[in-house]
Structure formats: structure tokens, C-alpha cells
């Protein structure tokens, strides 16, 4: 039986990692969209834009609405190619990151995930949970790749709620026991 690693391009772990967004980032284009909730807008946008500042690459935010679904995804593509931009960047939840990863898929960019919380596997598979508008499970797009990068900021994570942290422990269990 062969044994076989599927995995992110590349991934970085360690405290501060979120203010060297932009550095990797410039590696993979010129203009990054970047997807992140309101919330997490107020917690970590001075972080991510600060090292954007230095990086010589540019930075577009733009807020998620909540749900991976296929009208959100078609609206990110929109904002996505109007910006100009060719990255695609995920900050935040699972949601968050399977929209990102659908995204970059549709658009053929590369796509940068950073977790900020420890709570799913989102970050590193190549797979984007598609639901309704209204949170219906709908289906599952099977991407043919994992993400560029997985970028996990450990002074960001460990601020996270522990009940999350928790939730990813039973969710880790869980795949493991499959």
C-alpha cells in the first residue's frame, strides 16, 4: 500500500506570522483580496495592513457574509476580478476559508489560508463546503489541490475562544476514529 501526503504548498506556524501576511504573499501576485469577517476586521486588520505596508504588495478587504455559498462565491469572484486582484487570502473561521479556497478555485488564483481559530480542518483541505444562503448543507466541491499556503499565527489562535479549541480536539478524534 503506497503511502501518500497530501498538504498545503507551503505552511508557517508561529506568534506573529499574521504581520508577514504581505511577505508571502508577494510571492504568488501582486494584489491580494482579502476575505475576512467584520469582527475579524477589528482584531487583526492593523496586523495583516502593516506588514502589506512593507511587502510591496497590495491589499484588498472585503467582509464575508456569513455562509459559503454559491451566491456569495459568485459575489467575491465579482469583487475579485473588479479589484483587479490575482491572490485570494482567507482570514478567519472554516466558513471563511472554504469560501476563499472556492473562490481561487473558480478564479484561478492562488489562495492563502489563515486561520483564526483551531476549531476545523478548513484550512488545509482541498475541499470548500458549499451551503444555501439560509446555512442548508448543499455540496461539496473536491478542489484539485490544497491551499498555497496555510499561514497560522499562534498568538492569534491562542486568543481564540476555548470552546472552540475544543470543538477542533472532537473534531480531530473524530477523523481520526474514520
Do not use: H, W
Not at 483580496?33 to 492593523?46: A, D, N
Request: glycine share 10%; charged share 20%.
Amino acid at each position: 500500500m503506497a503511502n501518500i501526503l497530501i498538504s498545503p504548498g507551503k505552511y508557517v506556524q508561529g506568534p506573529g506570522e499574521l504581520g508577514r501576511l504581505g511577505q508571502y504573499a508577494k510571492t504568488y501576485g501582486k494584489k491580494a483580496l482579502i476575505l475576512i469577517t467584520e469582527s475579524g476586521f477589528r482584531r487583526v486588520s492593523q496586523l495583516i495592513q502593516a506588514g502589506f505596508a512593507e511587502s510591496g504588495c497590495e491589499a484588498v478587504f472585503d467582509y464575508f457574509n456569513g455562509e459559503c455559498s454559491k451566491s456569495e462565491i459568485r459575489r467575491l469572484e465579482d469583487v475579485l476580478k473588479s479589484n483587479g486582484c490575482d491572490i485570494m487570502v482567507g482570514v478567519g473561521g472554516g466558513k471563511t476559508l472554504d469560501t476563499a479556497k472556492a473562490v481561487a478555485y473558480y478564479q484561478k488564483t492562488p489562495v492563502l489560508i489563515c486561520p483564526t481559530i483551531a476549531s476545523t480542518d478548513a484550512p488545509c483541505s482541498a475541499l470548500s463546503v458549499v451551503y444555501t444562503d439560509e446555512g442548508v448543507f448543499e455540496e461539496y466541491l473536491f478542489l484539485p489541490a490544497n491551499p498555497n499556503l496555510v499561514l497560522m499565527d499562534t498568538s492569534v489562535i491562542a486568543k481564540s475562544p476555548a470552546r472552540l479549541t475544543v470543538s477542533g480536539m472532537g473534531d480531530a478524534l473524530a477523523t481520526n476514529f474514520e
